[in-house]
Nanobody, 126 residues
C-alpha cells in the first residue's frame, strides 16, 4: 500500500494544523488496516503519536498529545487525518503515517506497521 502524507507547515505556538494521509493500492482493499501517526524530531528517535483501528471506534494517543490531537478517518477509510490543536514548539518534527494490515491499532511500536508514508514537516515557532 502507498501512503501519502500532507498538511505540514510552519505555525506559531498555540496554532493548529491538520495532517492528511491518503492510502492507495489494491492490497489496501484486502486488509482491514489500522492507521497511525508517528513523529521524529531532529536527533531523537521516532515516537508514536496516535492510532486508529479499521472500524474507527478505537483510538489511542501518546500522553504528550492527548486532548490536543485528534485522529480520524474518512468515510472511505483510505484517508486518515490528524488534527493538531494547541501546538507547542516540542511538537516540531517530521510526521509520518503508517499502516498495519493486522489492525493492531493498540500497538505503539513502529515495528508493528508495515507501510509508511514519506513524512511531512511540522514546525512550531515560539
Amino acid at each position: 500500500v502507498q501512503l501519502q502524507a500532507s498538511g505540514g507547515g510552519l505555525v506559531q505556538a498555540g496554532g493548529s494544523l491538520r495532517l492528511s494521509c491518503a492510502a492507495s493500492g489494491r492490497i489496501f482493499d484486502t486488509y482491514a488496516y489500522a492507521m497511525a501517526w508517528f513523529r521524529q524530531a531532529p536527533g531523537k528517535e521516532r515516537e508514536f503519536v496516535a492510532s486508529m483501528n479499521w472500524r474507527g471506534d478505537r483510538t489511542y494517543y501518546a500522553d504528550s498529545v492527548k486532548d490536543r490531537f485528534t485522529i480520524s478517518r474518512g468515510s472511505a477509510k483510505n484517508t486518515v487525518y490528524l488534527r493538531m490543536n494547541g501546538l507547542k514548539p516540542v511538537d516540531t518534527a517530521v510526521y509520518s503515517c503508517a499502516a498495519d494490515r493486522e489492525n493492531r491499532a493498540y500497538s505503539r511500536s513502529d515495528s508493528t506497521y508495515q507501510d509508511w508514508g514519506q513524512g511531512t514537516q511540522v514546525t512550531v515557532s515560539s
